[in-house]
Protein backbone atom coordinates (compact mmCIF):
# COMPACT_ATOMS: atom_id res chain seq x y z
CA UNK A 1 0.00 0.00 0.00
CA UNK A 2 1.02 3.55 -0.95
CA UNK A 3 0.98 5.59 1.84
CA UNK A 4 -0.45 8.76 -0.39
CA UNK A 5 -3.04 6.03 -1.15
CA UNK A 6 -4.03 5.19 1.89
CA UNK A 7 -6.03 6.45 4.66
CA UNK A 8 -3.98 6.63 7.68
CA UNK A 9 -5.22 9.40 9.68
CA UNK A 10 -2.32 10.24 12.42
CA UNK A 11 -2.91 13.03 15.06
CA UNK A 12 -1.75 14.33 17.99
CA UNK A 13 -4.88 15.61 19.73
CA UNK A 14 -5.92 12.95 22.03
CA UNK A 15 -8.38 13.44 24.38
CA UNK A 16 -8.04 13.88 27.97
CA UNK A 17 -10.36 10.93 28.66
CA UNK A 18 -7.83 8.37 26.94
CA UNK A 19 -6.03 7.07 30.10
CA UNK A 20 -4.09 4.46 29.23
CA UNK A 21 -1.38 4.01 26.80
CA UNK A 22 -2.61 1.85 24.10
CA UNK A 23 -5.94 3.98 24.13
CA UNK A 24 -3.99 7.26 23.09
CA UNK A 25 -1.45 5.18 20.93
CA UNK A 26 -5.08 3.77 18.52
CA UNK A 27 -6.24 7.44 18.71
CA UNK A 28 -2.81 8.70 17.57
CA UNK A 29 -2.06 6.38 14.58
CA UNK A 30 -5.73 6.66 13.33
CA UNK A 31 -6.80 3.23 14.17
CA UNK A 32 -10.25 3.92 15.97
CA UNK A 33 -12.75 6.64 15.72
CA UNK A 34 -14.69 6.95 18.93
CA UNK A 35 -18.51 7.36 17.53
CA UNK A 36 -20.25 6.97 20.92
CA UNK A 37 -19.30 6.31 24.43
CA UNK A 38 -17.41 2.52 24.33
CA UNK A 39 -18.84 2.85 20.59
CA UNK A 40 -16.22 2.85 18.12
CA UNK A 41 -15.27 3.08 14.00
CA UNK A 42 -12.25 0.71 13.13
CA UNK A 43 -10.56 2.95 10.39
CA UNK A 44 -8.30 0.93 8.28
CA UNK A 45 -5.16 0.69 10.32
CA UNK A 46 -7.01 -0.61 13.04
CA UNK A 47 -9.14 -3.06 11.36
CA UNK A 48 -6.15 -4.49 9.52
CA UNK A 49 -4.85 -5.41 13.03
CA UNK A 50 -8.35 -6.71 13.63
CA UNK A 51 -8.48 -8.90 10.91
CA UNK A 52 -5.57 -10.68 11.63
CA UNK A 53 -6.01 -11.41 15.55
CA UNK A 54 -9.56 -12.74 14.08
CA UNK A 55 -7.87 -14.95 11.75
CA UNK A 56 -5.71 -16.35 14.54
CA UNK A 57 -7.83 -16.92 17.06
CA UNK A 58 -10.36 -18.93 13.67
CA UNK A 59 -6.87 -21.19 12.86
CA UNK A 60 -6.84 -22.53 16.51
CA UNK A 61 -10.51 -22.72 16.74
CA UNK A 62 -10.73 -24.53 14.13
CA UNK A 63 -7.36 -26.87 14.89
CA UNK A 64 -9.08 -27.58 17.98
CA UNK A 65 -11.77 -29.02 16.37
CA UNK A 66 -14.34 -26.31 17.06
CA UNK A 67 -16.55 -25.40 13.90
CA UNK A 68 -17.22 -21.89 13.10
CA UNK A 69 -20.99 -20.18 12.24
CA UNK A 70 -22.16 -17.23 12.56
CA UNK A 71 -25.12 -16.03 14.99
CA UNK A 72 -26.91 -12.36 14.69
CA UNK A 73 -26.20 -9.78 17.09
CA UNK A 74 -30.55 -9.07 17.97
CA UNK A 75 -31.79 -12.13 19.50
CA UNK A 76 -35.55 -12.03 20.62
CA UNK A 77 -35.87 -11.89 24.34
CA UNK A 78 -38.34 -14.89 24.34
CA UNK A 79 -35.02 -17.08 24.22
CA UNK A 80 -33.78 -15.05 27.43
CA UNK A 81 -36.82 -15.81 29.11
CA UNK A 82 -36.87 -19.14 29.12
CA UNK A 83 -33.20 -19.64 30.62
CA UNK A 84 -34.28 -17.29 32.93
CA UNK A 85 -31.51 -14.30 32.33
CA UNK A 86 -33.75 -12.03 30.58
CA UNK A 87 -34.63 -10.37 34.09
CA UNK A 88 -31.13 -11.65 35.56
CA UNK A 89 -28.94 -9.67 32.89
CA UNK A 90 -30.13 -6.56 34.57
CA UNK A 91 -28.72 -2.93 32.99
CA UNK A 92 -25.99 -4.08 30.97
CA UNK A 93 -27.70 -5.87 28.31
CA UNK A 94 -29.33 -3.13 25.41
CA UNK A 95 -33.26 -4.02 25.34
CA UNK A 96 -35.04 -3.23 21.81
CA UNK A 97 -38.53 -3.12 20.91
CA UNK A 98 -39.40 -3.60 17.19
CA UNK A 99 -42.20 -2.45 15.36
CA UNK A 100 -44.58 -5.26 16.42
CA UNK A 101 -44.01 -4.49 20.06
CA UNK A 102 -41.83 -7.47 20.07
CA UNK A 103 -38.94 -7.51 22.98
CA UNK A 104 -35.56 -7.71 21.54
CA UNK A 105 -32.10 -7.24 22.55
CA UNK A 106 -28.09 -6.77 21.51
CA UNK A 107 -26.59 -9.99 22.15
CA UNK A 108 -24.29 -9.35 24.99
CA UNK A 109 -23.50 -13.15 24.37
CA UNK A 110 -24.57 -16.23 23.21
CA UNK A 111 -25.64 -19.09 25.43
CA UNK A 112 -29.39 -19.17 24.91
CA UNK A 113 -28.85 -18.58 21.05
CA UNK A 114 -26.65 -21.77 20.26
CA UNK A 115 -28.85 -23.94 22.48
CA UNK A 116 -31.56 -22.93 20.50
CA UNK A 117 -29.98 -24.02 17.63
CA UNK A 118 -28.61 -27.19 18.73
CA UNK A 119 -32.05 -28.40 20.34
CA UNK A 120 -33.60 -28.04 16.48
CA UNK A 121 -31.09 -30.29 15.25
CA UNK A 122 -29.04 -32.54 17.91
CA UNK A 123 -30.85 -35.23 19.05
CA UNK A 124 -28.32 -38.39 19.38
CA UNK A 125 -25.17 -38.80 21.73
CA UNK A 126 -23.69 -39.55 18.24
CA UNK A 127 -23.42 -36.22 16.98
CA UNK A 128 -21.39 -35.24 20.16
CA UNK A 129 -18.77 -33.71 21.06
CA UNK A 130 -19.59 -30.81 19.26
CA UNK A 131 -18.47 -27.14 19.93
CA UNK A 132 -20.00 -24.33 17.72
CA UNK A 133 -18.37 -20.89 17.66
CA UNK A 134 -18.44 -17.36 15.89
CA UNK A 135 -17.18 -14.28 15.95
CA UNK A 136 -19.41 -11.13 16.13
CA UNK A 137 -20.16 -7.69 17.72
CA UNK A 138 -21.63 -8.09 21.71
CA UNK A 139 -23.34 -5.11 23.22
CA UNK A 140 -22.85 -4.23 26.57
CA UNK A 141 -24.43 -1.50 28.39
CA UNK A 142 -21.28 -0.87 30.58
CA UNK A 143 -21.61 1.74 33.15
CA UNK A 144 -18.40 2.88 32.64
CA UNK A 145 -16.83 2.25 29.38
CA UNK A 146 -13.14 3.14 29.01
CA UNK A 147 -9.84 2.84 28.36
CA UNK A 148 -10.74 3.14 24.71
CA UNK A 149 -11.72 -0.87 23.17
CA UNK A 150 -10.68 -2.87 26.53
CA UNK A 151 -13.92 -1.74 28.13
CA UNK A 152 -16.30 -1.07 25.28
CA UNK A 153 -19.85 -1.16 24.62
CA UNK A 154 -19.94 -2.50 21.52
CA UNK A 155 -17.27 -5.71 21.39
CA UNK A 156 -15.96 -8.29 19.07
CA UNK A 157 -16.06 -11.60 20.98
CA UNK A 158 -15.19 -14.82 19.69
CA UNK A 159 -17.41 -17.15 21.74
CA UNK A 160 -17.47 -20.81 21.50
CA UNK A 161 -20.23 -23.26 22.65
CA UNK A 162 -19.45 -26.94 23.84
CA UNK A 163 -22.43 -29.77 23.81
CA UNK A 164 -21.71 -33.20 25.92
CA UNK A 165 -23.46 -36.20 26.62
CA UNK A 166 -21.90 -36.64 29.94
CA UNK A 167 -19.61 -34.05 32.27
CA UNK A 168 -16.85 -36.51 31.77
CA UNK A 169 -17.09 -35.79 28.41
CA UNK A 170 -17.51 -31.73 28.67
CA UNK A 171 -14.64 -31.79 31.32
CA UNK A 172 -12.14 -32.87 27.86
CA UNK A 173 -13.68 -29.61 25.67
CA UNK A 174 -13.17 -27.57 28.26
CA UNK A 175 -9.18 -28.51 27.74
CA UNK A 176 -9.16 -28.41 24.53
CA UNK A 177 -10.37 -25.14 24.71
CA UNK A 178 -7.70 -24.43 27.30
CA UNK A 179 -4.85 -25.61 25.48
CA UNK A 180 -6.31 -24.06 22.08
CA UNK A 181 -6.14 -20.91 24.03
CA UNK A 182 -2.63 -20.99 25.41
CA UNK A 183 -1.23 -21.82 21.32
CA UNK A 184 -3.67 -18.53 20.42
CA UNK A 185 -2.04 -16.29 22.45
CA UNK A 186 1.02 -17.55 22.13
CA UNK A 187 0.85 -17.15 18.53
CA UNK A 188 -0.36 -13.37 19.50
CA UNK A 189 2.37 -12.75 20.54
CA UNK A 190 1.04 -12.36 24.00
CA UNK A 191 1.59 -14.65 27.52
CA UNK A 192 -1.64 -14.52 29.09
CA UNK A 193 -1.56 -16.59 32.19
CA UNK A 194 -4.77 -19.14 32.79
CA UNK A 195 -6.23 -18.30 36.79
CA UNK A 196 -9.04 -19.43 38.74
CA UNK A 197 -12.19 -17.33 37.87
CA UNK A 198 -15.68 -16.27 39.19
CA UNK A 199 -18.13 -17.51 36.64
CA UNK A 200 -20.21 -14.43 37.15
CA UNK A 201 -23.34 -14.44 35.46
CA UNK A 202 -22.70 -16.73 32.94
CA UNK A 203 -22.52 -19.50 35.65
CA UNK A 204 -21.25 -22.69 36.73
CA UNK A 205 -18.52 -24.27 38.73
CA UNK A 206 -15.25 -24.35 36.78
CA UNK A 207 -13.58 -21.39 35.29
CA UNK A 208 -10.64 -19.66 34.33
CA UNK A 209 -9.86 -16.05 32.89
CA UNK A 210 -6.98 -15.96 30.86
CA UNK A 211 -4.81 -12.88 31.82
CA UNK A 212 -2.25 -10.24 30.06
CA UNK A 213 0.22 -8.80 32.98
CA UNK A 214 0.39 -4.97 32.49
CA UNK A 215 -0.06 -1.92 34.70
CA UNK A 216 -3.51 -0.42 33.07
CA UNK A 217 -4.89 -3.89 33.67
CA UNK A 218 -8.01 -4.12 35.55
CA UNK A 219 -7.82 -6.92 37.89
CA UNK A 220 -5.02 -7.60 40.79
CA UNK A 221 -3.58 -10.83 39.90
CA UNK A 222 -1.03 -12.74 42.24
CA UNK A 223 0.87 -15.70 40.54
CA UNK A 224 3.92 -18.24 40.91
CA UNK A 225 6.04 -16.88 38.15
CA UNK A 226 6.97 -20.39 37.65
CA UNK A 227 4.10 -20.48 35.49
CA UNK A 228 5.39 -18.63 32.83
CA UNK A 229 8.24 -21.10 32.12
CA UNK A 230 5.52 -23.38 30.91
CA UNK A 231 5.93 -23.75 26.93
CA UNK A 232 2.22 -23.76 25.08
CA UNK A 233 1.38 -26.66 23.42
CA UNK A 234 2.55 -25.96 20.42
CA UNK A 235 1.58 -26.38 16.34
CA UNK A 236 1.56 -29.96 16.76
CA UNK A 237 -0.28 -30.77 19.78
CA UNK A 238 -2.96 -33.83 19.18
CA UNK A 239 -6.33 -32.29 20.57
CA UNK A 240 -7.48 -36.23 20.66
CA UNK A 241 -4.79 -37.70 23.26
CA UNK A 242 -6.95 -37.04 25.71
CA UNK A 243 -3.96 -37.79 28.63
CA UNK A 244 -1.93 -35.04 26.73
CA UNK A 245 -4.81 -32.11 27.27
CA UNK A 246 -5.52 -33.48 30.74
CA UNK A 247 -1.52 -33.07 31.55
CA UNK A 248 -1.34 -29.33 29.47
CA UNK A 249 -4.21 -28.45 32.07
CA UNK A 250 -2.46 -29.74 35.04
CA UNK A 251 1.13 -28.47 34.06
CA UNK A 252 -0.13 -24.55 34.76
CA UNK A 253 -2.76 -25.19 37.12
CA UNK A 254 -0.03 -26.77 39.72
CA UNK A 255 1.24 -23.31 40.01
CA UNK A 256 -0.50 -20.58 41.95
CA UNK A 257 -2.44 -17.66 39.61
CA UNK A 258 -5.43 -16.21 41.28
CA UNK A 259 -7.29 -12.69 40.42
CA UNK A 260 -8.15 -11.18 43.26
CA UNK A 261 -11.49 -12.48 43.20
CA UNK A 262 -10.25 -15.79 43.72
CA UNK A 263 -7.07 -14.95 45.60
CA UNK A 264 -5.98 -17.38 48.97
CA UNK A 265 -3.87 -15.76 51.19
CA UNK A 266 -2.63 -19.23 52.78
CA UNK A 267 -2.08 -20.59 49.53
CA UNK A 268 -0.40 -17.80 48.05
CA UNK A 269 2.21 -17.81 51.30
CA UNK A 270 3.25 -21.49 49.92
CA UNK A 271 5.03 -20.25 46.55
CA UNK A 272 8.54 -19.36 47.20
CA UNK A 273 8.94 -15.50 47.81
CA UNK A 274 11.22 -15.05 45.07
CA UNK A 275 9.11 -16.47 42.58
CA UNK A 276 5.68 -14.27 43.74
CA UNK A 277 4.73 -11.70 40.91
CA UNK A 278 1.59 -9.24 42.26
CA UNK A 279 0.42 -7.45 39.16
CA UNK A 280 -1.99 -6.04 37.40
CA UNK A 281 -3.82 -7.59 34.46
CA UNK A 282 -6.12 -7.50 31.62
CA UNK A 283 -8.45 -10.36 30.88
CA UNK A 284 -8.72 -11.27 27.19
CA UNK A 285 -10.48 -14.77 27.56
CA UNK A 286 -12.41 -16.44 29.79
CA UNK A 287 -14.25 -20.21 29.86
CA UNK A 288 -17.20 -21.50 31.53
CA UNK A 289 -18.16 -25.06 32.14
CA UNK A 290 -21.60 -24.33 33.58
CA UNK A 291 -23.27 -28.09 33.29
CA UNK A 292 -26.73 -28.39 32.61
CA UNK A 293 -27.50 -24.70 33.16
CA UNK A 294 -28.93 -23.51 29.87
CA UNK A 295 -29.63 -27.77 28.68
CA UNK A 296 -32.11 -28.14 31.63
CA UNK A 297 -34.26 -25.22 31.21
CA UNK A 298 -34.24 -25.08 27.71
CA UNK A 299 -34.67 -28.76 27.21
CA UNK A 300 -31.75 -29.73 24.99
CA UNK A 301 -30.95 -33.27 25.49
CA UNK A 302 -29.84 -36.07 23.19
CA UNK A 303 -30.89 -40.17 23.38
CA UNK A 304 -27.67 -41.77 25.22
CA UNK A 305 -26.23 -45.22 23.42
CA UNK A 306 -28.86 -46.90 26.07
CA UNK A 307 -31.62 -44.84 24.29
CA UNK A 308 -32.45 -42.53 27.16
CA UNK A 309 -32.52 -39.44 26.90
CA UNK A 310 -29.67 -37.17 28.80
CA UNK A 311 -29.95 -33.37 29.45
CA UNK A 312 -26.18 -32.13 27.28
CA UNK A 313 -23.41 -30.45 29.70
CA UNK A 314 -22.16 -27.19 28.18
CA UNK A 315 -19.54 -24.80 28.85
CA UNK A 316 -18.56 -21.53 26.46
CA UNK A 317 -15.55 -20.09 25.89
CA UNK A 318 -15.09 -16.22 25.18
CA UNK A 319 -11.94 -14.29 23.47
CA UNK A 320 -11.94 -10.84 23.70
CA UNK A 321 -10.86 -9.63 20.00
CA UNK A 322 -11.57 -6.23 19.82
CA UNK A 323 -9.87 -5.61 23.48
CA UNK A 324 -7.19 -7.94 22.09
CA UNK A 325 -5.99 -4.81 20.23
CA UNK A 326 -5.14 -2.57 23.18
CA UNK A 327 -4.11 -5.33 24.82
CA UNK A 328 -1.47 -6.01 22.68
CA UNK A 329 -0.52 -2.52 23.08
CA UNK A 330 -0.29 -2.25 26.71
CA UNK A 331 2.02 -5.61 26.52
CA UNK A 332 3.75 -4.19 23.61
CA UNK A 333 5.30 -0.11 23.05
CA UNK A 334 7.73 1.78 23.76
CA UNK A 335 8.37 5.35 24.35
CA UNK A 336 7.84 5.78 20.21
CA UNK A 337 5.12 3.95 19.91
CA UNK A 338 3.40 0.55 19.06
CA UNK A 339 5.99 -2.44 18.67
CA UNK A 340 3.83 -5.14 16.76
CA UNK A 341 4.34 -8.36 17.41
CA UNK A 342 5.09 -9.50 13.62
CA UNK A 343 1.95 -12.31 13.13
CA UNK A 344 -0.59 -9.26 13.84
CA UNK A 345 1.29 -5.90 12.77
CA UNK A 346 -1.30 -4.42 10.08
CA UNK A 347 2.00 -4.17 7.39
CA UNK A 348 4.83 -6.97 7.51
CA UNK A 349 7.13 -3.39 6.90
CA UNK A 350 7.57 0.53 6.23
CA UNK A 351 9.29 1.40 3.07
CA UNK A 352 10.84 4.91 3.78
CA UNK A 353 11.59 6.90 0.23
CA UNK A 354 13.77 9.89 2.07
CA UNK A 355 13.61 11.80 -1.90
CA UNK A 356 10.72 10.65 -3.26
CA UNK A 357 11.11 13.45 -6.10
CA UNK A 358 14.79 12.20 -6.85
CA UNK A 359 14.79 9.46 -9.59
CA UNK A 360 17.41 6.96 -8.15
CA UNK A 361 15.78 6.60 -4.43
CA UNK A 362 12.47 6.36 -6.53
CA UNK A 363 14.06 3.34 -8.14
CA UNK A 364 15.46 1.94 -5.25
CA UNK A 365 11.73 2.67 -2.96
CA UNK A 366 9.92 1.38 -5.86
CA UNK A 367 12.05 -2.30 -6.11
CA UNK A 368 11.86 -2.57 -2.13
CA UNK A 369 7.81 -2.01 -3.24
CA UNK A 370 7.89 -4.59 -5.96
CA UNK A 371 9.96 -7.42 -4.32
CA UNK A 372 8.34 -7.56 -0.66
CA UNK A 373 4.84 -7.85 -2.29
CA UNK A 374 5.87 -9.89 -4.84
CA UNK A 375 7.11 -11.97 -1.45
CA UNK A 376 3.85 -11.94 -0.35
CA UNK A 377 4.86 -9.63 2.50
CA UNK A 378 2.45 -6.52 2.77
CA UNK A 379 4.64 -3.16 2.81
CA UNK A 380 3.43 0.15 3.80
CA UNK A 381 5.50 2.56 1.21
CA UNK A 382 5.90 6.33 2.45
CA UNK A 383 6.68 8.19 -0.63
CA UNK A 384 5.05 11.18 0.56
CA UNK A 385 7.39 14.52 0.19
CA UNK A 386 6.24 14.88 4.35
CA UNK A 387 9.58 15.82 6.30
CA UNK A 388 12.37 13.41 7.08
CA UNK A 389 11.78 13.48 10.47
CA UNK A 390 8.24 13.07 10.73
CA UNK A 391 8.65 10.42 8.29
CA UNK A 392 10.64 8.24 11.06
CA UNK A 393 8.61 9.78 13.47
CA UNK A 394 5.30 7.95 11.93
CA UNK A 395 7.04 5.11 11.35
CA UNK A 396 7.98 4.26 14.34
CA UNK A 397 4.68 5.08 15.73
CA UNK A 398 2.74 2.66 13.72
CA UNK A 399 5.33 0.05 14.98
CA UNK A 400 5.31 -2.16 11.72
CA UNK A 401 8.22 -4.63 12.76
CA UNK A 402 10.82 -3.65 9.99
CA UNK A 403 11.64 -0.46 8.17
CA UNK A 404 13.70 0.21 4.83
CA UNK A 405 15.11 3.42 4.54
CA UNK A 406 15.90 4.25 0.91
CA UNK A 407 18.16 7.36 1.02
CA UNK A 408 20.40 9.71 -1.81
CA UNK A 409 23.83 8.12 -0.27
CA UNK A 410 22.65 4.68 0.33
CA UNK A 411 21.63 4.45 -3.22
CA UNK A 412 24.78 5.50 -4.69
CA UNK A 413 26.71 2.99 -2.34
CA UNK A 414 24.16 0.11 -3.20
CA UNK A 415 22.74 -0.07 -0.05
CA UNK A 416 19.52 1.12 2.55
CA UNK A 417 19.22 0.98 5.93
CA UNK A 418 17.36 -1.70 7.64
CA UNK A 419 15.89 -1.47 11.04
CA UNK A 420 14.35 -3.88 13.34
CA UNK A 421 11.21 -1.55 15.26
CA UNK A 422 12.04 -4.23 18.47
CA UNK A 423 15.42 -4.23 19.17
CA UNK A 424 16.42 -0.61 17.56
CA UNK A 425 19.21 -2.48 15.51
CA UNK A 426 19.87 -1.11 12.16
CA UNK A 427 22.33 -1.78 9.25
CA UNK A 428 23.19 -0.84 6.00
CA UNK A 429 22.39 -3.57 3.66
CA UNK A 430 21.75 -4.15 0.06
CA UNK A 431 18.32 -4.14 -1.02
CA UNK A 432 18.20 -7.82 -0.98
CA UNK A 433 19.93 -8.41 2.09
CA UNK A 434 17.19 -6.19 3.67
CA UNK A 435 14.30 -8.21 1.78
CA UNK A 436 15.91 -11.64 2.65
CA UNK A 437 16.16 -10.33 6.47
CA UNK A 438 12.21 -9.37 6.67
CA UNK A 439 11.33 -12.67 4.50
CA UNK A 440 13.13 -14.48 6.53
CA UNK A 441 14.69 -16.44 3.55
N1 LIG B 1 -20.35 -16.32 27.05
C1 LIG B 1 -19.12 -16.23 27.78
C2 LIG B 1 -18.00 -16.94 27.10
S1 LIG B 1 -18.24 -17.13 25.42
C3 LIG B 1 -18.76 -14.76 28.00
O1 LIG B 1 -19.49 -13.90 27.59
N2 LIG B 1 -17.65 -14.54 28.70
S2 LIG B 1 -17.11 -13.12 29.17
O2 LIG B 1 -18.16 -12.33 29.69
O3 LIG B 1 -16.03 -13.37 30.06
O4 LIG B 1 -16.56 -12.37 27.91
C4 LIG B 1 -15.55 -12.99 27.13
C5 LIG B 1 -14.42 -12.02 26.85
O5 LIG B 1 -14.92 -10.87 26.17
C6 LIG B 1 -13.74 -11.46 28.08
O6 LIG B 1 -12.74 -12.34 28.53
C7 LIG B 1 -13.15 -10.16 27.57
O7 LIG B 1 -11.88 -10.40 26.98
C8 LIG B 1 -14.14 -9.75 26.50
N3 LIG B 1 -15.00 -8.65 26.98
C9 LIG B 1 -15.97 -8.72 27.92
N4 LIG B 1 -16.54 -7.51 28.11
C10 LIG B 1 -15.91 -6.65 27.28
C11 LIG B 1 -16.04 -5.25 26.99
N5 LIG B 1 -16.94 -4.50 27.61
N6 LIG B 1 -15.21 -4.70 26.07
C12 LIG B 1 -14.30 -5.45 25.42
N7 LIG B 1 -14.14 -6.77 25.63
C13 LIG B 1 -14.93 -7.37 26.55
Not at 79 to 93: I, K, Q, T, V
Not at 287 to 293: A, D, N, P, R, V
Amino acid sequence: MRLSRFFLPVTKDVPSDAAIVSHQLMLRTGMIRQNGAGIYSWLPLGFKVLKKIEQIVREEMDRAGAIELLMPTLQQADLWRESGRYEAYGAEMLRITDRHDRDMLYGPTNEEMITDIFRQYVKSYKALPLNLYHQQWKFRDEVRPRFGVMRGREFLMKDAYSFDVSEEAARISYQKMFAAYLNTFDRLGVTAIPMQADPGPIGGDLSHEFLILADSGESAVFCDKAVLDVPPPGADFDFEDEAALKAEMEKRTRFYAATDEKHDEAAYAAVPEDSRIEARGIEVGHIFYFGTKYSEPMKADVQTPEGKLATIHGGSYGIGVSRLVGAIIEASHDENGIVWPASVAPFDAGIISMKPDAADVAAVADEAYAKLTAASKDPLYDETSDRAGAKFNRMDLIGLPWQITVGPRGVKEGKVELKHRASGEKSDVTLDEAIARITGA
